[in-house]
């Protein structure tokens, strides 16, 4: 059975994201949340928290939460806040904060 978690809105790009993502892809839940507490990544911990809600989410619907595997984590392109900064003679340069929505897929 699968379960899904998801944060949406995440002020992360999902570049940075799918980089730690792909270090907890495929491991048991307890070993991936080993893993991402020691990441000093700032997307570590928003994936170890959404990873966190898909084993409630798990435990609300019944399944055994020790067999449960990280089948998946997608990092999707959320809205981009779009900034400006000043720049030399008048001008001005575009800021592209990126933002995420990510994404857990648990599986028994």
Known sequence: MQVKATAKYMRVSPQKVRKVADAVKGKPVEAGLNVLQFMPQKSAA???KVIRSAVANAEVG???VDDLVIKGVIADQGPTLKRFRARAQ????????????????LEQ
């Open 46 to 48: 928003m994936i170890a």
């Open 62 to 64: 019944g399944v055994d």
């Open 90 to 105: 008048g001008r001005g340069a575009r800021i592209l904060k990126r933002t995420s929505h990510i994404t857990v897929v």
